[in-house]
């Protein structure tokens, strides 16, 4: 009878490595479509602080901010000083892309909303769509801002 040395044959490497194999090739896809799902979901909560963001200034502030969608996935924050809904000089604009962090992403605006300094607003739905589906961004007339 011969001694063992204490290590793998071929066959059970080579066994081992296509079980490894084969749970990667399933955990792959899997991933894909959680990392699709945290952009919408990140995209989502971009736009909802954003959103809250220009409500909680419009109160410190007692003027208006406004929010504009230039595209599908650019929008901007206007300061609106003597609260005519235009951007004149010195009133602060603020530009925001989201796919700069989001590269999948788009938003579907109903409208363009307006915080108001006591705290209301314009209402508005805003659907956040990326190829995972979507979520939407509501604000209230009373200035509340959630996610659906």
């Known amino acids: 009878m011969r001694k063992s040395n204490g290590g793998f044959t071929v066959i059970e490497l080579a066994v081992v490595l296509g079980i490894i194999a084969l749970g990667a090739a399933l955990a792959v896809p899997m991933l894909g479509g959680q990392m699709s799902r945290g952009r919408l979901n990140g995209a989502a909560r971009q736009l909802m602080s954003d959103f809250m963001w220009a409500r909680m200034e419009a109160v410190t502030q007692k003027n208006e901010f406004r929010v504009f969608f230039v595209d599908d996935h650019v929008y901007q924050i206007l300061d609106d000083d003597d609260n005519d809904g235009n951007a004149d000089t010195g009133e602060r604009i603020t530009c925001k892309d ?38 939407e961004v509501k604000v209230h007339l009373t200035g509340r801002v959630k996610t659906v």
């Open 98 to 135: 989201m796919r700069e962090q989001y590269h999948d992403v788009r938003v579907a605006a109903t409208s363009d909303p307006i915080f108001f300094p006591r705290g209301t607003a314009s209402a508005g739905t805003f659907t956040v769509m990326n190829p995972s589906g979507s979520k």
